[in-house]
């Protein structure tokens, strides 16, 4: 009986014995890289076991202590409570954090410069006119659709499409527009010119003539020599039947050619004058038709001598022609008339 009681002992001990050591975890250690060197030298290793100690001391001042273990027979009783808490370095909390907020921080900007960062103030003038934009557009694409529609019912039907007749504003008269505005750039108004025919220019100046005397003006001075003589001359013929009418002539003349002059029209009624511009015109005439001749005269001794020059050049080329065949000749073996004079003469 005491060797049953001392093996039932023995088993329950070892039972409870591998049961606590499935309960127990690994250590969770820190991942040091491998080094090659020996571990001989005992002044290196007193540094690391310096450096080691130092370490845990800092961790356990940074990070709480784990909770002891229980003892195997709690643990069985109460295993929810027997598990380790995850153990977490407060230097990658920090260094997690920091990251996080950079990114935070560079997601706001790039969306600051897509234009679609922080809500605006609803107030503001930019959101206002964005909104306002919008509906314009969306009044716009409503038009079109409509319209589109109109047309595609239109067609079904075999009907065309209304006309859309749009409302032309009457424009404000060109006198009203000077009123408003003193300074009117690149605004011309312009009135078209009626065509007038012979008989209307006639016309018209039968209207301008003052006492139908008309005014002696032009370059045509031979003309308006002859035209002052025969007034003279009628004058005289006056003179001799009534001295009265022929001084009321000349009276009504002188005025006339006053009003003429008040206009801006130069009257040409000097006979000395018009007898000089003619002199002086028919001198110019005659000198034009001089120059022109020699001019004429020049141009065909021009000709003529080209005309000599190109036949000269010809001549001589046709020379050379046959000279060369001449030569050839002589090379081939052929006696020539010319040779022959030469040699009898």
Not at 130 to 143: H, I, P, Q, S, V
Request: proline share 6%; net charge positive.
């Amino acid at each position: 009986m005491a060797d049953l009681a001392a093996k039932d002992s023995y088993i329950q001990k070892l039972a409870s014995k591998l049961f606590s050591q499935q309960e127990k975890e690994p250590k969770k250690r820190p991942f040091v890289h491998f080094k090659g060197k020996s571990d001989t030298d005992p002044s290196k290793k007193k540094k690391k076991q310096k450096k080691k100690n130092l370490k845990e001391k800092c961790g356990d001042e940074k990070t709480p202590k784990p909770q002891q273990k229980p003892p195997p027979a709690v643990a069985q009783k109460s295993p929810a409570a027997a598990k380790p808490t995850p153990q977490t370095g407060g230097n990658v909390n920090t260094s997690f954090s920091t990251v996080d907020v950079l990114r935070k921080r560079l997601h706001e900007k790039i969306e600051e410069s897509r234009g679609q960062g922080a809500p605006k103030d609803p107030s503001s003038e930019a959101v206002l006119a964005k909104r306002a934009k919008r509906k314009l557009e969306r009044e716009r694409r409503k038009r079109k659709n409509k319209e589109f529609q109109m047309k595609k019912l239109a067609e079904k039907n075999g009907q065309e499409p209304p006309a859309e007749v749009k409302k032309e504003e009457p424009t404000p008269p060109a006198s009203d527009k000077r009123m408003k505005t003193s300074i009117v750039f690149n605004n011309f108004e312009t009135v078209e010119e009626e065509f007038e025919t012979k008989v209307q220019k006639k016309m018209k100046k039968k209207m301008n003539l003052k006492g139908n005397i008309t005014p002696l003006t032009g370059r045509n001075y031979k003309q308006l020599l002859s035209r002052v003589e025969a007034r003279k001359a009628k004058l005289e013929q006056l003179r001799e039947k009534d001295e009265q009418k022929a001084s009321e002539m000349e009276k009504k003349i002188k005025w006339t050619n006053l009003l003429y002059k008040a206009e801006g029209i130069k009257i040409k009624d000097d006979e000395d004058m018009l007898r000089a511009s003619l002199k002086r015109k028919e001198k110019m005439r005659t000198q034009r038709k001089k120059t022109w001749e020699q001019r004429s005269e020049h141009v065909i001794e021009k000709m003529q001598k080209r005309q000599d020059k190109r036949k000269k050049n010809i001549q001589k080329r046709k020379q050379v022609k046959i000279e060369k065949k001449k030569n050839k000749l002589r090379k081939k073996g052929r006696v020539l008339a010319e040779d022959l004079k030469k040699a009898t003469g």
